[in-house]
C-alpha cells in the first residue's frame, strides 16, 4: 500500500510562487507514475500534471511554462513547483500514484493523498 502526505499549500498574491510536496511511502516510489490534479470548489477534479518513472512529463495547457513537475526518488517524493500564479489556480491539489496507465486519466491512479490548499489571491 502506498500512503502519499501532501505539504506546501498556502495563500499567495497573484503572481507568487509555491511549492507543493508529496512524500511517498514505500519501497517502489520509483516504478510509479505519480500524478497531481486539482479540485476547485463545486467542481470536479482535473488533471495538472504528471511524472513517468522515466522521467517524461505531462501537463494541462493552462499551467504549462508555469509549472514544474519534478521526482526525487531517493527521498520518496514528487514536487510541483508553481510559478506565476493566478486566482484560477485555487485549489485543493492532490497527488496521486499509478503503477501505469494514462497519466492524465484519474482513473489510472490506485493511490491518493488527502490534498493541500492553495489560495492565490488576486
Known amino acids: 500500500q502506498v500512503q502519499l502526505v501532501e505539504s506546501g499549500g498556502g495563500l499567495v498574491q497573484t503572481g507568487g510562487s509555491l511549492r507543493l510536496s508529496c512524500a511517498a511511502s514505500?519501497?517502489?516510489?520509483?516504478?510509479?507514475?505519480m500524478g497531481w490534479f486539482r479540485q476547485a470548489a463545486g467542481k470536479e477534479r482535473v488533471f495538472v500534471s504528471a511524472?513517468?518513472?522515466?522521467?517524461?512529463?505531462y501537463y494541462t495547457g493552462s499551467v504549462k511554462g508555469r509549472f514544474t513537475i519534478s521526482r526525487d526518488n531517493a527521498k520518496n517524493t514528487v514536487y510541483l513547483q508553481m510559478n506565476s500564479l493566478k486566482p484560477e489556480d485555487t485549489a485543493v491539489y492532490y497527488c496521486?500514484?499509478?503503477?501505469?496507465?494514462?497519466?492524465?486519466?484519474?482513473?489510472?491512479?490506485?493511490?491518493w493523498g488527502q490534498g493541500t490548499q492553495v489560495t492565490v489571491s488576486s
Open positions: 496521486a500514484a499509478a503503477a501505469g496507465g494514462h497519466p492524465p486519466d484519474a482513473r489510472s491512479y490506485a493511490h
Open positions: 514505500g519501497r517502489t516510489f520509483s516504478s510509479y507514475v
Open positions: 511524472i513517468h518513472w522515466s522521467g517524461d512529463t
